[in-house]
């Protein structure tokens, strides 16, 4: 029998994209823009937005200009030099009503585990409600920043105050007048500080380690100016511009240097401006590593809000915990009525809460050996059709909107691939990821960051999380590295494909909890949706 009749009918591949933040978004519009329909986005939250939606901090914003940190499909009519969290999810709104993508969407619906079908050549999604579904690519937008890091200091079980985590601020704490701990002065801090200097009776500031910030610059756009910015094509060309000195910022910001960086006196000049008449205060924010070694932090308000006679800086890890205080390192007792972790995450958790399994039975995490690496951050040999966004060292080379659009592209790229040439699994080859490796650990070696104390490294020094280079690099080697470091093959076991989007499939017992007849176990997409939120109800 000739090959010919082995071969699959060529047929779209069905797409799970698991998240519907802005990732999710991005790889669904470029889906759409391809003609490619057949996907489904499955999303653990009851809203788009991923981040911005997970995150409700008072002060919470984004650092990068707001044109910048925009779609290149989708300019906007920001109001602001930069967005808040609540014109953001605005945003994404706009992006999944613009692009007829609500249809493609199941909220409240959480992928626990993803498993590879050697045979079949196609993933096997599990729901945490039981419900299951299949495809035969997954895209992974779940993002780095995903598992919350919490603290472990003695006795903090036995605080008798309200303890909160700022990656899950739930609604509208009755902060007023509260004393209040916040501990951490990193991207999070700088922001909520300032919140919550206006309302607190007094803010305590627990400060590890400082970090370099220079002025965000942000406020609103006036109204000529909007009126320019949406003028045709001046919304991209702004756009452009940002682009275009983000990259020469990037160029010579990171590389270690036996002298000062011209970044660093700019920071350096910038406290003093605020800070001059506090020289205690000064000397403790300002750090004893080359700019930026940490996360470079953009400041809208966090040094003056430290001049406040109701926040004290205390520049000391915490030791312990009472039950109605925090005790530092150095001794002090400082009362407090609410404790507010600023913590950050747990980055080389990556995909904590997603067991993947790929061939063989191995597991994702088994793999990584707690060193997440992906070939272009995207793809992992000996897990097919399995793409990641924002995976491992794709934070800070500038937007990360840029980096996700390469991303979503390199994936359609590959999907197009898989239905023109009846391709079933497409994974990237042993010697591209080694070489991949070796590359990014040597490229990164030669960063700032890399002889910093930072989140950004696992306990091996290994830097999980940085792409060294700027968004021009990525995108060329996205778009020229794909065909020629993959392997592809096809199953010649499963059935045509349907070029249908996956479905949820409900287990025995959800579909006799929804008053299913006895022996059904699937019913259409948006029953099963709702049967789902019916089911995780008092959850």
Known sequence: MSDKTHTPKKATPSIAIIGCGLGGIAAAVKLRKAGIESFTIFERQSGP??????????????????????FS?????????????DELLGYAQEVIDENRLAGHIHFNVTVERVSWDDDLHEYTLTFADGATATADVVICAAGLFHTAKYPTWPGLDMFSG????????????????????IVGTGATSIQLVPALSK??????????????AIARG???????????????????????????????????????????????VVAETYIDSILADHPELKAAVTPRYPFPGKRPLFDAGFYRALTEPN???VPR????????????????DWPVDVLIFATGFNVGDYLGTLTVIGRGGRSL????EGEPTGFLGITVPGFPNFYMLYGPNTNGGGSLLVQLERQAEYAVKAIQRMAKEGITAIEPTGWAYRIWDEYLRWRNSKQVYAISNNYYKASSGKVLTEWPGTMTEYLVLTRSLGRICSAAWTSHARPPRTGRPPELRLGQSEAEEIGAVEGATSVDGRDAQAAAEGIGEGR
Do not use: C
């Open 49 to 70: 937005g991923g981040v911005w939606w997970q995150n409700r901090y008072p002060g919470l914003g984004v650092d990068v200009p707001s044109h910048l940190y925009s």
């Open 73 to 85: 499909f989708k300019p906007h009519d920001w109001s602001r030099t930069h967005a808040m969290r």
């Open 162 to 181: 309200e303890t909160i985590h700022t990656a899950h601020w739930e609604g509208d704490y009755r902060l007023e007048d509260k004393r209040i701990a």
């Open 199 to 212: 309302i607190a009776g007094h803010v305590y500031v627990f400060q590890r380690e400082p970090g370099w």
């Open 218 to 264: 942000d406020r609103d756009f006036s109204e000529a100016e909007r009126a320019r910015n949406r003028r045709p094509g001046m919304a991209r060309l702004n756009r452009m511009r940002m682009y275009w000195r983000f990259e020469r910022l990037i160029i010579g910001m990171r590389k270690i240097r036996p002298n000062k960086s011209r970044l660093q």
């Open 311 to 313: 926040v004290t800086l």
């Open 317 to 332: 890890a915490v030791d312990r915990v009472t039950e109605t205080s925090v005790v530092d390192v150095g001794g002090g």
């Open 365 to 368: 995490h088994e793999f990584w």
